[in-house]
């Protein structure tokens, strides 16, 4: 399983496909990675594709912390974490 390490040390999950400029998935609150495989299959036609599952959302860590979950995490991807 691929990971990616945000700037605290929280193992996120994600996976790829594809080539070329990168797209990048969030999820909302009540889903996961997994909800864009449709949508990365067809854009990973031409594009390098990424979609992973935030932290609190396995497979990604879930840290035991309150702390691990405030505003600052969700600071844009490509300044948090090594994914792109």
Do not use: K
């Not at 495989?37 to 990604?60: D, K, L, N, V, W």
């Amino acid at each position: 399983m691929p990971y990616a390490a945000a700037s605290d040390n929280v193992r996120l999950y994600y996976e790829d496909a594809g080539s070329g400029t990168p797209m990048l998935f969030l999820h909302e609150f009540a889903a996961d990675h997994t909800n864009w495989e449709p949508q990365m299959r067809y854009f990973s036609r031409g594009h390098r594709c990424i979609a992973y599952s935030a932290r609190g959302y396995t497979p990604s860590d879930v840290p035991a912390s309150v702390e691990a979950y405030t505003y600052r995490h969700s600071i844009p991807m490509r300044s948090r974490c090594s994914i792109i």
